[in-house]
């Protein structure tokens, strides 16, 4: 998949096209999405092709005042939320959404508008939309810290984690729990340590996967690229994307190889995608139940942009495609979908 620039633009490689794009991220780890490394790769790509590449850093509503200020012609999102109130903790400080106020501005942004990121941000809501759509997802409930829930009619084993959290926060050698003891204390540890309501869900035992789904230019159609992760396996003999797998680097990603899973994986991914209202690109990540059918785990809809991230690896492992290319195609879509609304004369 080439972006749209390589694909149709005739122009030398000297001359830059005149827009100005900001590339948006946070320094507060609970809201930042894009870590400066990336930031740093995406400005070399960008600067390439475009004549003015900024990055900016989103703390408060003063930053992103003046961001608007600025009126560039595209932000590359980085982040979801900016805190009213940044003394206050992120619990406790009232936030705006950075889609929904760069819309409110008429700036145009990368990645899916509030409503997508909203559903994709809670967990338990996008499960559910997920199901009312048909598609599979296993059984479930929710334990909130206002009124904790240990009695469930599930099948052990399950897997309990935060209803909030990205990159696998809360998730240890405990999430896999086969009893009421140890199902209530890691309940209790996510409501303590996490400040986070339970999602707790009857336990995929199968394969991992994790699946980009992107918007090809010019058209409708969905590209649905599937990697499969394995995880070496914990104390209990489990195999999951842990906190720990992740901070040791210790997952390996593969291609699938199966013509018949991976149609049936492409096929749920694209499903969720279009379920959640998602749009121009995202990750969904799923894993086989013990019959070896795919089943939804979560959503990620602002997945990072590295060099080296489950996204680019997805693009290029099943179709080759350059990080240079992703990045562009990427700003390309959110173009492409800023003149598809423009009346033209």
């Not at 759509?133 to 810290?145: D, E, K, R, V, W």
């Not at 994790?210 to 010019?218: E, L, R």
């Not at 992760?229 to 906190?243: E, H, M, V």
């Amino acid at each position: 998949m080439k972006s749209a620039i390589e694909q149709g633009n005739t122009q030398t490689p000297l001359q830059k096209i005149d827009k100005y794009i900001e590339i948006v991220g946070s320094s507060n780890p609970r809201l930042n999405a894009m870590a400066i490394d990336s930031q740093v790769t995406m400005h070399a790509v960008l600067s390439e092709k475009y004549t003015k590449v900024a990055v900016t850093i989103v703390d408060t509503m003063a930053d992103l005042e003046a961001l608007v200020a600025k009126k560039p012609d595209l932000v590359v999102l980085g982040m979801k939320l900016v805190l009213l109130d940044p003394t206050l903790s992120y619990d406790d400080s009232r936030k705006v959404w950075l889609s929904s106020y760069l819309e409110e501005h008429d700036i145009i942004f990368t990645g899916s508008d509030t409503v997508a990121l909203a559903l994709e941000f809670d967990k338990p809501i996008a499960k559910q939309r997920v199901i009312d759509a048909g598609l599979q997802s296993s059984a479930y409930f929710i334990s909130t810290i206002e009124a904790p829930i240990f009695e469930h009619s599930l099948t052990y084993p399950l897997f309990v984690k935060p209803t909030n959290r990205g990159d696998s926060k809360g998730i240890d050698e405990k999430s896999v729990v086969h009893s009421d003891l140890e199902l209530r204390a890691k309940i209790q540890s996510i409501h303590s340590d996490c400040a986070s309501d339970a999602l707790i869900e009857e336990y995929l035992s199968g394969r991992e996967f994790s699946v980009a789904v992107i918007k090809q230019p010019g058209s409708n159609e969905l590209l649905a690229m599937p990697i499969e992760i394995t995880t070496p396996a914990d104390i209990k003999g489990n195999r999951f994307l842990s906190a720990a797998v992740k901070e040791a680097d210790s997952e390996e990603v593969l291609g699938v190889d199966d013509p018949e899973l991976m149609e049936a994986i492409n096929t749920l991914a694209v499903g969720v995608f279009k379920a959640l209202g998602s749009r121009d690109y995202g990750r969904i990540d799923l894993r086989l139940d013990v019959h070896g059918k795919p089943s939804f785990i979560e959503a990620n809809l602002m997945p990072g942009l590295s060099d080296h991230g489950y996204l680019f690896r997805c693009l290029n492992i099943n179709e080759h495609i350059t990080y240079e290319e992703m990045i562009l195609s990427i700003v390309d879509l959110g173009f492409e979908r800023h003149l598809a609304r423009v009346p033209q004369s």
